[in-house]
């Protein structure tokens, strides 16, 4: 019995020897739970004296039945743990059904109806009534009915008079009907049928000593009952479970039982695992504070057995690309960080959905990361991903022999699968592709030895349609991803060939579907900015020519590398550490040393169409707690439908963002030492974590931004922008700070590389427009002394400035236009920290590098103001008179010209405009210009009042002298 008992902690010690008959273990995440339950069925054997054959332990999985076994094996040998009856509900059901059916109208040789048989029968049955319930909803709804313990002649006398209640009804009793009559039980009916031997025959039980039960939490109404038969005769109970995972009330689970075990046995023990063996204090901090929103739950604590450990990652990202992309960069980041002794198989991605795992396989294919998937499939092994991505092949590469092969039928076009056969033979002995063959039948130009019915030569006549119309679209536009995908999925009906193939998850398939078009536009949006980039940075040599790879090609090609990346391991026979990718319901019971939960949303967790918000929040705890070590969850501000997002409401809650930081750790050299005795595992010495840490482009999370807007060196109006890389700055932040201290003088702000102020640019364009002007007036006066006279050009008035002379800006010179030398160019910053392209200087051949724009040398000194400005003088009669009186003298040429302004920046006299330049002076001379101010007011002055009408030039007299 020592044995049995060591390595228990004093609780495990007393679930293991209680005497009590009714005994619940409450075990949390890592408590040790299995390790418990199994050293409790070696203490009622080695101790008790109970016959192994009298004992049964009944599993959720038959994994978990088979890892008991394997560990009940260890205490007490091979051959009595052979004879222990340990499996699922339904096995167990099934074993007693097969040796006492008799007593309930079973035969021997009664056979069990797998899912898709049962989906068959009562398609057909819908079809035979003319129902309109839809067939995989009729189904699950039979089964939830079962599941609460109603056969199908109970609900025929609860029915409503409700039309569809009735057709459910009906379709129930011949669903059953035809069971019976083909000998048959389903899933559900082996626990109905043995609860109903169960009560009508308990003594086939009666030897029954002692029952385990594992995953409680997760039984439903008809498990409880057929709890409560197995044990009847001694009622010698265990069950372990924990009501904060029950997370398959979508399976009809019922956390209520136990409360209702409680009530029925009254003498029932609790006792609580509270110890954690597997996650850090960090974790189990965050997660319990998810957990006890609910506050319908019994009171209960996690306590770590490890130290506390780096705090989860709480992550806002831009999108869900972004999101996908950032997963992988800390993945390599933390590997590259712990020396590599995090392998990829030490990170599990956990998603609330399947559906969700698009950009994350894309992403990890990209870097070359090989991955796995549980609990659902390969996005790119999905049977519709793959028919539309074996006929966007033949759209761009037509000899691609098997992917036409493939999807020549697809839907159905009458080719059957002999027709292709022997067409692709004969297409083969004449030396032709399969679509060169084909494509000369369909045009008349070829006839085919292969025998072809109407039908079929129909079929290939549309099906080359299809491809045609589609190659010419993509000539038209090559960059149109996301036009082509719908057009072809319009032209072959895939929405409805999907609803008459899969009827039972069409709409899981049409999503996928919609993931791949989703695909289709990021991928069109990376292919357009790249090739900016690749013919700026890549220009073709003179006499070459630029090879453009079109967008569909990079496409398909990035879609066959994430689907492909780890096959050649796999096939060299190396082993393979691979990213898991699962399902947060199938990774109920795992653990990994890094886990990620992405798309922490509305919508996605809790989701959408959720019933139980509760059953929600378990969920995210469930995965948050398969972390040993380190724990990331994160938000994109955009889902893969570039629909937007918000946080979920469980991570709003107050106090919850305390425990979480916002941006991936930092990890030194005594966080690795910690790391490694958390997971068991030899510490890399400082020079080989010093190595790969090197090797890292960036060392810190500090690229995406923490407000979960793009990066500002992706922003759409530029493609990169300086940054500080002694400066430990996280996204865009600023790498300065700013004083606001009135004691502290500003000083004048320079322009970094790459910014022009809109200021900057405005006087750049007006100083670009004077040297224009200049250049064409030495033109014009170049032409008069050669006895051409300017033909309706007029001179700048002398002493007239310019708005580059207001702000005192001295005017470029032939030397200011000189090209930059070549050794006096910058150091080149990084692609991350690339400068905007300078659209301030529009000629590229005397313009290398953007260097920061000049300030005008008056501003230099210029502080700014925080007390206000001067008031506008208020105008009186005098001053009107003034100006009216003195207009004459303000158009003379010769005249100096001063400009009354608000004194915002300089004085009077600096504001005073330079007189103008005497390349005017050798122009001829031309009449003054009049303002239409000087001329109209003076002719209208001295008619006297207007009367509130408007002043004209002709008055009353171009109305003919009405009034």
């Known amino acids: 019995m020592d044995g049995i008992l060591t390595g228990l902690n004093t609780a495990q010690r007393t679930a293991v020897t209680s005497e009590a008959s009714v005994l619940q273990v409450l075990a949390p995440p890592g408590s040790g739970k299995t390790k418990t339950l199994t050293a409790r069925v070696a203490y009622f054997i080695a101790h008790r004296q109970l016959k192994p054959w009298n004992i049964i332990v009944c599993t959720f999985t038959v994994k978990a039945a088979r890892e008991m076994q394997e560990r009940i094996r260890g205490f007490v040998g091979d051959e009595v743990a052979k004879k222990l009856k340990i499996g699922t509900f339904h096995g167990i059901a099934l074993r007693y059904l097969r040796q006492y059916g008799k007593h309930v109208g079973l035969g021997d040789n009664f056979g069990v109806a797998d899912t898709t048989d049962s989906k068959d029968i009562v398609k057909r049955i819908i079809v035979q009534t003319q129902s309109e319930l839809d067939p995989a909803a009729a189904r699950n709804r039979i089964s939830a009915q079962k599941s609460k313990g109603v056969s199908a002649e109970q609900f025929a006398s609860i029915v409503s008079k409700n039309v569809e209640q009735r057709d459910f009804s009906q379709v129930f009793s011949l669903y059953q009907a035809q069971l019976k009559a083909c000998n048959l039980l389903d899933y559900d009916d082996l626990l109905l049928v043995c609860v109903e031997l ?84 960090a974790i189990l901090h965050a997660a319990q504070k998810i957990i006890e929103q609910d506050e319908s739950r019994p009171p209960k604590k996690l306590q770590a057995t490890h130290g506390i450990g780096q705090r989860p990652v709480l992550r806002k990202l831009p999108q869900a690309r972004h999101e996908a992309d950032w997963l992988t960069s800390e993945v390599k980041r933390m590997r590259a960080l712990t020396g590599n002794m995090l392998e990829l198989s030490d990170f599990a991605v956990l998603l609330r959905s399947a559906a969700l795992s698009r950009p994350i396989e894309t992403s990890l294919g990209a870097a070359g990361m090989p991955y796995r998937m549980i609990g659902g499939m390969k996005f790119y092994d999905r049977v519709e991903v793959k028919m539309l991505l074996d006929y966007l092949r033949v759209i761009d590469q037509p000899s691609h022999n098997e992917a036409l092969a493939r999807v020549i039928n697809v839907p159905s076009r009458k080719v059957g699968d002999k027709t292709v056969e022997g067409l692709q033979r004969e297409a083969s002995n004449k030396g032709l592709s399969l679509w060169t063959l084909i494509l000369g039948f369909a045009q008349g130009r070829t006839k085919v030895t292969t025998n072809l019915n109407a039908p079929a030569q129909r079929g290939i006549e549309q099906f080359v349609n299809v491809v045609l119309t589609l190659q010419k679209k993509l000539a038209a536009e090559p960059s149109g991803l996301y036009e082509l995908f719908a057009q072809l999925q319009k032209m072959i009906g895939l929405q409805d060939y999907l609803k008459t193939k899969y009827p039972d998850d069409h709409e899981t398939r049409w999503s996928n579907v919609e993931e791949l078009m989703a695909l289709a536009i990021d991928a069109q949006v990376q292919a357009s900015t790249e090739l900016d980039r690749e013919q700026e940075a890549h220009a073709p040599a003179y006499g070459e020519e630029a090879v453009e790879e079109s967008a569909l090609t ?61 059953e929600e929040r378990r969920l995210l705890y469930v995965g948050m707690t398969r972390a040993q070590a380190m724990l990331y969850l994160s938000c994109p501000g955009k889902s893969t439908r570039q629909e937007d997002t918000t946080m979920s409401s469980f991570l709003e809650q107050p106090g919850v963002s305390s425990f979480f930081e916002e941006h991936g750790p930092s990890i030194s050299h005594a966080e690795v030492q910690s790391l490694a005795v958390t997971l068991r595992r030899k510490c890399p010495d400082v020079a080989a974590t010093a190595t790969t840490t090197a090797a890292l482009d960036l060392q810190e999370d500090n690229y995406w931004p923490l407000t979960g807007e793009m990066p500002f060196t992706e922003a759409p109006w530029q493609e990169g922008a300086h940054q500080n890389p002694a400066v430990p700055v996280f996204g865009n932040a600023r790498s300065a700070s700013w004083a606001n201290d009135a004691t502290h003088p500003s000083e004048p702000i320079a322009s970094g590389f790459g910014f022009t102020s809109v200021r900057d640019r405005f006087q750049n364009l007006m100083e670009e427009q004077e040297e224009k002007q200049s250049l064409k007036l030495d033109r014009l006066a170049s032409k008069h002394q050669g006895g051409q006279g300017p033909k309706g050009k007029k001179r700048q008035i002398e002493g007239q400035g310019s708005i580059a002379t207001f702000f005192e800006k001295k005017a470029k010179t032939v030397e200011d236009a000189q090209p930059v030398p070549e050794s006096e160019l910058p150091v080149s910053l990084p692609p991350h920290a690339r400068p905007l392209r300078d659209i301030s200087n529009l000629n590229p051949k005397s313009m290398q590098w953007n260097k920061p724009p000049d300030k005008p040398a008056s501003l ?14 208020p105008t009186t009669c005098e001053a009107v008179s003034r100006a009216t009186h003195g207009s004459e003298s303000r158009t003379s040429p010769t005249a100096e010209v001063s400009i009354d302004r608000p004194r915002a920046y300089h004085t009077d006299a600096d504001l005073r405009l330079a007189p103008a330049s005497t390349t005017s002076a050798a122009l001829p001379p031309f009449k003054p210009p009049a303002s239409l101010h000087t001329t109209s007011m003076q002719a209208v002055a001295a008619r006297g009042p207007t009367l509130g009408m408007r002043r004209s030039m002709q008055g009353w007299s171009a109305r003919g002298g009405k009034r």
């Open 198 to 281: 169960l009560r009508s025959h308990p003594e086939c039980v009666a030897n029954v000593e002692a029952l385990l039960v594992d995953e409680f939490q997760d039984t439903n109404g008809v498990q409880y009952e057929l709890m409560n038969l197995l044990a009847q005769r001694r009622n010698v109970i265990t069950i372990v479970g924990d009501p904060d995972q029950s997370i398959y009330g979508w399976r009809s689970a019922e956390i209520k039982n136990l409360g209702r075990m409680k009530e029925q046995w009254s003498d029932t023990l609790t006792v609580n695992l509270e110890e954690n063996y597997r996650s850090s204090g």
């Open 554 to 614: 990079a496409f398909l090609a990035n879609a066959a590398l994430a689907a492909s990346i780890d096959e050649k391991a796999v096939a060299d026979g190396e082993k393979v550490h691979q990213v898991t990718i699962s399902t947060i319901h199938a990774a109920k019971g795992l653990e990994w040393p890094v886990v990620f939960i992405p798309a922490c949303y509305e919508g996605s967790i809790p989701h959408s169409r959720a019933e139980d918000n509760d």
């Open 860 to 873: 230099l000194a210029h502080k700014p103001r925080t007390a206000p400005l001067h008031k506008r003088q």
